[in-house]
Nanobody, 124 residues
């Protein structure tokens, strides 16, 4: 079993920055992939970023490329999402995901474990 706990959400003006953290505990290895998803009201959950420790591969959805950066500590226990130049369309509940089954990383059905989420609100 794996436990994921997000923190760092909040409210910010457009153009501002926030950093989200996801603490992982349980049966998770530093080589496992971890990801960030978000869900706006009335919309489907979408993949934002994913990072795979063993390969160092990082994936981003097009709308956040150049603005968001995903990183992981050496122990693989904490995943950070640094969000810069935030836009109102970045508003939503952000979820940390763990244990990717493979396939399309941005498909929430390809991930096994989920955190409870942290709210990000960007006002214009």
């Amino acid at each position: 079993q794996v436990q994921l706990v997000e923190s760092g959400g909040g409210s910010v003006q457009a153009g501002g920055s926030l950093a989200l953290s996801c603490g992982a505990s349980g049966n998770i290895r530093s080589s496992d992939c971890m990801g960030w998803f978000r869900q706006a009201p009335g919309k489907a959950r979408e993949g934002v970023a994913a990072l795979c420790g063993i390969s160092g591969s990082t994936f981003y959805t097009d709308s956040v490329k150049g603005r968001f950066t995903a990183s992981q500590d050496n122990a693989g226990n904490t995943l950070v999402l640094q969000m810069n130049s935030l836009k109102s369309e970045d508003t939503g509940m952000y979820y940390c995901a763990g244990l990717w089954y493979g396939g399309r990383w941005h498909d929430p059905n390809r991930w096994k474990f989920w955190g409870q989420g942290t709210q990000v609100t960007v006002s214009s």
